[in-house]
């Protein structure tokens, strides 16, 4: 059993940027943007605890789960239920896109589920609210390796306390991050290798 529980958002923070995640899930420094307002506002009905049903599916928002042998907590915007099969619904204010920290994101809440229901989850979906539709992610035996094993790189720098490299070779990515002002991307770039005490490693 794991004493130190990942929060699962880490999850998605730390594959877009393992920098961003260190500062918002270790040092706990979080700045908002339009971006991330946009999103919360988009998520007010999903995060409300409740249940509804439409047409042939039983809806369950705002489902807070823990995996024990991952030690993993984790909340699903929503679980959802048809012919007896249980799948987790991530919600997202952008456009549809095939982005893998959203897809890792979703496959730790299916991993959560797993535990809980007791049999596999073999899928969920990504709604974007940009594009109002739903992509369905298939929880392969590759995306469940490559999440698991992000978790444990995750504890890893949470039990460390080191501040990675942000690890994002295309700038673009950093203006629209909420704490671009607080990495400095591009400044820190510019002046490795340059700050007095760098040159006696």
Same mark, same amino acid.
């Given at each position: 059993?794991?004493?130190?529980?990942?929060?699962?958002? !880490?999850?998605?923070?730390?594959?877009?940027?393992?920098?961003?995640?260190?500062? /918002?899930? @270790?040092?706990? $420094?979080?700045?908002?943007?339009?971006?991330?307002?946009?999103? #919360?506002?988009?998520?007010?009905? @999903?995060?409300? @605890?409740? +249940? %509804? #049903?439409?047409?042939?599916?039983?809806?369950?928002?705002?489902?807070?789960?823990?995996?024990?042998?991952?030690?993993? =907590?984790? *909340?699903?915007?929503? $679980? /959802?239920?048809?012919?007896?099969?249980?799948?987790?619904? %991530?919600?997202?204010?952008?456009?549809? !896109?095939?982005? %893998?920290?959203? +897809?890792? +994101?979703?496959?730790?809440?299916?991993?959560?589920? &797993? /535990?809980?229901?007791? #049999?596999? $989850?073999?899928?969920?979906?990504?709604?974007?609210?940009?594009?109002?539709?739903?992509? #369905? $992610? &298939?929880?392969?035996?590759?995306?469940? /390796?490559?999440?698991?094993?992000?978790? !444990?790189?995750?504890?890893?720098?949470? +039990?460390?306390?080191?501040?990675?490299?942000?690890?994002?070779?295309?700038?673009? *990515?950093?203006?629209?991050? =909420?704490?671009?002002?607080?990495?400095?991307?591009?400044?820190? !770039?510019?002046?490795?290798?340059? @700050?007095?005490?760098?040159?006696?490693?």
């Amino acid at each position: 059993m794991n004493e130190l529980f990942i929060e699962g958002h !880490a999850i998605n923070a730390y594959v877009y940027c393992p920098r961003r995640c260190y500062y /918002e899930y @270790v040092e706990r $420094v979080f700045y908002h943007n339009v971006y991330t307002i946009h999103g #919360k506002l988009l998520h007010e009905h @999903v995060d409300e @605890v409740g +249940q %509804e #049903k439409r047409g042939e599916r039983q809806l369950y928002r705002s489902l807070f789960l823990q995996s024990q042998k991952l030690g993993l =907590s984790i *909340r699903c915007d929503v $679980v /959802e239920e048809k012919n007896g099969c249980l799948y987790p619904v %991530e919600y997202k204010r952008g456009q549809l !896109a095939n982005w %893998e920290n959203n +897809q890792m +994101q979703l496959c730790a809440q299916a991993l959560a589920l &797993e /535990e809980l229901i007791g #049999k596999e $989850v073999p899928f969920g979906y990504l709604f974007f609210y940009g594009s109002f539709r739903r992509q #369905k $992610v &298939e929880f392969t035996t590759e995306l469940r /390796e490559k999440t698991i094993e992000i978790i !444990a790189v995750i504890r890893k720098m949470y +039990q460390e306390k080191n501040s990675p490299p942000s690890g994002i070779d295309d700038w673009s *990515r950093c203006r629209h991050c =909420s704490m671009v002002d607080y990495c400095l991307p591009q400044d820190r !770039a510019n002046l490795k290798g340059k @700050v007095l005490w760098e040159l006696f490693i």
